[in-house]
């Protein structure tokens, strides 16, 4: 099912590239005015946009700052005498871990405690009940990719994507687009 997850991811950016592709080249394509028009309206978003999410970053800075050190921490290992590559290596497993342990990934962090050496208690119903929140999380972000309109534009056919990106205009901007006719 992590694999299932991680392929749907990795398509993700690539419908991503090409939906953001695809928009960037109708709106080069508009006349001056509207072009103009639909600009100002992005930036406007935008705007809006990033002042909340630099206050949703400061608070998250703050949070972090309270979450105890892993077993992989680099900063364990910045001046030890360990080669460059094995504290190369060491950082992946922490982001790994970090990223495993922030969303709820007990199956990845079980995975992770392996590779390492670490002894894993005998499985108990917590256990279970941690890979049974895993299965449901894991499946409840392959279905939001699903939903997304950069996955829907990079799974349909022409028809489909010109309807797609029409409604993306007119919902995220308040901005109308009709596409060519073939």
Do not use: C
């Amino acid at each position: 099912m992590h694999a299932d997850l991680e392929y749907h991811e990795e398509l993700l950016g690539e419908a991503k590239s090409q939906f953001s592709t695809a928009l960037n080249e109708i709106v080069d394509s508009l006349p001056d005015e509207e072009k103009e028009e639909f600009l100002k309206l992005k930036q406007e978003i935008l705007d809006k946009r990033r002042a909340a999410m630099e206050a949703e970053i400061k608070a998250k800075e703050a949070a972090d700052a309270t979450e105890p050190p892993l077993k992989t921490h680099p900063d364990k290992f910045a001046s030890s005498d360990l080669a460059p590559e094995e504290i190369s290596r060491i950082e992946s497993i922490f982001k790994k871990a970090k990223s495993s342990y922030e969303n709820g990934n007990w199956y990845g962090l079980y995975a992770i405690a392996l590779d390492l050496g670490i002894e894993i208690e005998d499985i108990t119903m917590d256990h279970v009940d941690w890979i049974e929140d895993d299965v449901h999380h894991t499946l409840g972000r392959i279905a939001q990719i699903a939903q997304l309109v950069a996955w829907a534009w990079y799974t349909s056919d022409d028809k489909q994507k010109k309807s797609l990106i029409r409604n993306h205009f007119s919902y995220t901007y308040g901005f109308s687009w009709t596409p060519p006719t073939d």
